[in-house]
């Protein structure tokens, strides 16, 4: 059974780095699949971030290009998201998924991780 | 803003049928597989539907999607009480070159 967990901080300065970790058991991320990352914000509807191949194509949601990047460890069979500059406006949960391809669904899901963006 | 529009909200009674729409365009949903996802209160959201109208192994044949040009529609039919959540249609946008979610439906049942 596919399982995906989410780690990092719950709670994050104005103008720092958001930093999360997302470590998948009972599937090598090496072996395919894409995987990605999905937030919501408190009351409101998820929004996609990013997603990657393990091997390097990436895609990023456009209006958080700029401060984005998502990578894999293979060997720890980890992916991880990296969010620079945060606000108060990037306070949510975050979501760490696998996704059949690019264009496909997201078919595995994190049980989520709430970070929120305060002094 | 999403460039997927859903229903705010839909509601019937136990035992009747309620359908969720999900309109975008020719970028998305009118050249791309729709997928369709649950999410009970405070839980991560689960997949429901893939490639419009395939259901993941254990989801029921209660819920049922479909696809006709830019719209997307999830139905679920003998609604229960275990089936008030919020629900989101998402796909690929080849424009964006991204995946895009739905704005979300909340489905309760009176």
């Known amino acids: 059974q596919v399982q995906l967990q989410e780690s990092g901080p719950g709670l994050v300065k104005p103008s720092e780095t958001l930093s999360l970790t997302c470590t998948v058991s009972g599937y090598s991320i090496s072996s395919g699949y894409f995987w990605g990352w999905i937030r919501q914000p408190p009351g409101k509807g998820l929004e996609w971030i990013a997603s990657?191949?393990?091997?390097?194509?990436?895609y990023y949601d456009l209006s958080l290009k700029s401060r984005v990047t998502i990578s894999v460890d293979t060997s720890k069979n980890q992916f991880s998201l990296k969010l620079n500059s945060v606000t108060a406006a990037d306070t949510a949960v975050y979501y760490c998924?696998?996704?059949?391809?690019?264009?496909?669904?997201?078919?595995?899901w994190g049980q989520g991780t709430l970070v929120t963006v305060s002094s | 803003q999403s460039v997927l529009t859903q229903p705010p909200s839909v509601s019937a009674a136990p035992g009747q049928k309620v359908t969720i729409s999900c309109s975008g365009s020719s970028s998305n949903i009118g050249n791309n597989y729709v997928s369709w996802y649950q999410q009970l209160p405070g839980i991560a959201p689960k997949l429901l539907i893939y490639e419009n109208a395939k259901r993941p192994s254990g989801i029921p044949d209660r819920f049922s999607g479909s696809k006709s040009g830019t719209s997307a529609t999830l139905g679920i039919t003998g609604l229960q009480t275990g089936d008030e959540a919020d629900y989101y249609c998402a796909t690929w946008d080849s424009s964006l070159s991204g995946s895009v979610f739905g704005t979300g439906t909340t489905v309760t049942v009176l």
């Open positions: 990657m191949y393990h091997s390097g194509s990436t």
């Open positions: 998924a696998r996704k059949k391809s690019a264009y496909y669904h997201f078919d595995y």
